[in-house]
């Protein structure tokens, strides 16, 4: 019995503490552990069940046992009612022999008793962890979301940051550029030919024949109209 209650502690210690160590995603940690839980379980029942039984044959030879003492006892009895001393003296040498398995099919029974306690108790602890477990378990899922959703936001913020910082350097390429720009107009500006005063002055009357051309129209206009 030690032995069964051993080997059973052994296993749900060696199946957590493996889980922990390899604990990468705890809502997957639970799931495994509850599996190894289960399968456990089902195992300490079948032992539970076989241990159960054997309390309940101790418990059934000890009570056949003292049937059997009562029995020759009561036969006893009888037998000196009867006048019969010599078969009251084998009913009682045969209640002697059943006294003397009493104690051994009690001790029998005591010990299938305590063992049959300890596998009930092994197995309703076990039945509740595992109920603990399911209840806990969508909790852990749930935080385990969250968590990964938050990571996933972490890296979008550190993306958002990088695209903030290229468009920084952007407007600053953008700048360098229009100044560029600026330099280079000004350099085309000064690098054109200046012009002469007669140039600038052939313009000027140049205009003023264009509007001398116009009045002389406008007049010759006027006069065929008669105005």
Do not use: W
């Amino acid at each position: 019995m030690a032995g069964i209650l051993d080997r059973f502690t052994t296993i749900i210690k060696a199946n957590i503490n493996d889980l922990l160590d390899k604990a990468e995603d705890p809502s997957k940690m639970i799931e495994q552990y509850l599996r190894d839980l289960t399968e456990n379980l089902a195992e300490v029942k079948e032992a539970t069940a076989a241990v159960m039984a054997e309390e309940a044959r101790c418990k059934r030879l000890l009570d056949d046992n003292q049937a059997e003492v009562l029995k020759y006892e009561d036969l006893a009895r009888k037998a000196l009612a009867a006048g019969n001393e010599d078969d009251a003296r084998v009913f009682l040498r045969k209640k002697s022999e059943l006294d003397g398995k009493s104690a051994g099919l009690l001790a029998a029974y005591e010990g299938a008793k305590d063992n049959a306690s300890k596998m009930r108790q092994m197995h309703d602890k076990l039945v509740s962890d595992i109920e603990t477990l399911q209840e806990r378990k969508e909790v852990i899922k749930a935080k385990t979301a969250v968590a990964k959703t938050q990571d996933k936001v972490s890296k979008m913020t550190s993306g958002n940051d990088r695209a903030e910082g290229a468009i920084s350097a952007f407007d600053r390429m953008e700048a360098k550029a229009d100044a560029m720009l600026e330099r280079s107009n000004a350099m085309a500006e000064l690098s054109a030919a200046p012009k002469s005063d007669a140039e600038e002055l052939e313009k000027k009357y140049e205009s003023m024949g264009l509007d001398a051309d116009v009045e002389d129209d406008l007049a010759k206009l006027k006069a065929s109209m008669g105005m």
